[in-house]
């Protein structure tokens, strides 16, 4: 059964022509279906709303400054177990931990910090819909279930 997930290209990856094009063949080869696809800048205050929980945190002010630095690419994919296969092919967040222990994956081939990471993925079913809604507010995600 098809699963959705929200997967995001961040600014550090959408900035290099060859990774951004390497990582869209990569959800391609991994059978992904693209089922929206949209290239977008943040403002500031997009990028506080959908990382609010992380208020607090000592990265918040760098991680909302970063993703509303220059243009994101935002995908919704479906597949089997869409959202845990999509975190596993980004790998840990921290990339000291990626690069040692997951070098394959994304951020262990293509992060360069902790914030500046290359991708974000939705890490359950209901941050999924609500991270889907945020980034594609005309999707309804119940219309393409039952379609499918
Ligand atoms: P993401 O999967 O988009 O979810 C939250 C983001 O916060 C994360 O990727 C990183 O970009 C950032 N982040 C998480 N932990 C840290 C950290 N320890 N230091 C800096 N940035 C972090």
């Known amino acids: 059964v098809l699963q959705l997930t929200l997967a995001v290209i961040k600014p550090d990856a959408v900035a290099h022509p060859l990774i ?4 869209h063949e990569k959800i ?3 059978n992904f279906i693209i089922v929206r696809r949209k290239d977008l800048i943040w403002k500031k205050e997009n990028s506080e709303m959908f990382y609010a929980e ?4 000592f990265f918040y002010q760098r991680l909302v400054e970063f993703m509303s ?5 935002a995908y919704v ?5 869409a959202i845990h296969h999509w975190r596993e092919m980004m790998g840990p967040t921290k990339v000291f931990k990626a690069r040692h222990t997951a ?3 994304i951020r262990g081939q293509f992060g360069l ?9 939705s890490d359950s079913v209901e941050s999924a819909h609500t991270e889907i809604n945020f980034f594609f507010p005309d999707f309804c ?7 499918e």
């Open 20 to 23: 951004l094009e390497t990582l």
């Open 28 to 30: 391609l080869e991994n």
């Open 54 to 57: 992380h208020s607090g945190r």
């Open 69 to 73: 630095s220059g243009p994101m690419r």
């Open 77 to 81: 994919l479906a597949r089997d177990d």
């Open 103 to 105: 070098p394959d994956t």
């Open 113 to 121: 910090t902790d914030t500046r990471n290359t991708t974000h993925g």
């Open 141 to 147: 995600i119940g219309r393409w279930m039952e379609e």
